[in-house]
């Protein structure tokens, strides 16, 4: 009996020190993830503000980093004269894991053709990009940087490409006080069935200009030149006048980058070949 009753105390003690092992791992892992987030916010900061803070255009790559949760919605005239709709538009989740360095998750596309086309996912792609060189509007108001995107032949119904992609892309911009230049150039390499889907050179130019805090009207040039597949030859382009609402501010820290970002556009074509018209495209962005 007296073994019992020494036992019992003796229980109370472990697990007592159990709990405060607990609490302590608890409490030091909890400092780990704060430290870790802290540290992460710092280097974004940082990082970020050695570029220049021009909004993300409608259609254009942008020359800088980003770390935003975006998504669009695009509406598309088919030569058929059918309404295709673009539900997210291959947008996602852009982080910047490292000193110059951003990554991206881009989330397959929801396609619904509103004819006798199948809707379904398109293809599921990441992007890495590497920024070379850079000014804030203090220092130069430019940037310049090389990216590459690859994709997954993940579309359901022929809504996706025949097989993977690699897009290697230079993308360059400068300030001009309130007015700004940025422009991308890249290509598009089927790993196979080169033959069927061909490559793409892909271009696009904006022009921004800041009015008020808050307001940035632009017009952007998207253009594609064909070379093989059933298209070789051939060269799209459409004229894109759009507006930017950048930025809504959560909160009134100057050190938190939390906003929201609206805007849209209309992609009109400008030649006698292309694929759609009318492409009206509304966006939504969040920085964090």
């Not at 159990?18 to 704060?34: E, F, K, R």
């Not at 006080?177 to 150039?185: A, K, L, M, R």
């Not at 892909?202 to 070379?227: C, D, R």
């Not at 939390?258 to 939504?284: D, E, R």
Request: hydrophobic share 40%.
């Amino acid at each position: 009996m007296g073994e019992i009753v020494v036992a019992k105390p003796l229980v109370y003690v472990c697990a007592l020190v159990v709990l405060v092992a607990g609490a302590d791992i608890g409490a030091a892992g909890q400092n780990a993830a704060t430290e870790f987030l802290a540290s992460w916010e710092n280097r974004v900061r940082d990082t970020l503000a050695q570029q220049p803070s021009w909004p993300i255009p409608v259609v254009t790559s942008s020359s800088g980093l980003l770390q935003v949760l975006r998504t669009d919605v695009v509406r598309q005239i088919a030569s058929a004269g059918t309404d295709t709709w673009n539900y997210d538009n291959s947008k996602g989740f852009n982080v910047v894991p490292w000193y110059r360095v951003e990554f991206d998750v881009l989330a397959p596309p929801y396609i619904q053709h509103n004819s006798a086309a199948k809707d379904g996912f398109g293809d599921f792609s990441m992007l890495l990009k590497y920024r070379l060189a850079a000014g804030n509007e203090s220092h130069g108001d430019y940037s310049v940087s090389f990216a590459v995107t690859g994709t997954l032949p993940t579309g359901s119904y022929k809504n996706g490409s025949l097989a993977d992609t690699v897009s290697p892309t230079v993308c360059a911009g400068k300030g001009f006080g309130h007015f700004d230049v940025q422009s991308t150039v890249g290509i598009i390499l089927p790993t196979g069935d080169t033959a069927k889907l061909g490559r793409a050179v892909v271009w696009n130019a904006v022009g921004q200009y800041q009015v008020g805090k808050l307001l940035w009207p632009e017009i952007e040039s998207n253009a594609t030149f064909y070379h093989g597949g059933p298209n070789d030859g051939r060269v799209q382009n459409f004229v894109t006048p759009g507006l930017m609402v950048s930025k809504f501010k959560l909160e009134n820290d100057p050190r938190n980058r939390l906003a929201l970002i609206f805007g849209g556009g209309m992609q009109i074509a400008t030649t006698q070949f292309h694929s759609y018209n009318h492409g009206l495209i509304l966006t939504a962005r969040m920085l964090f």
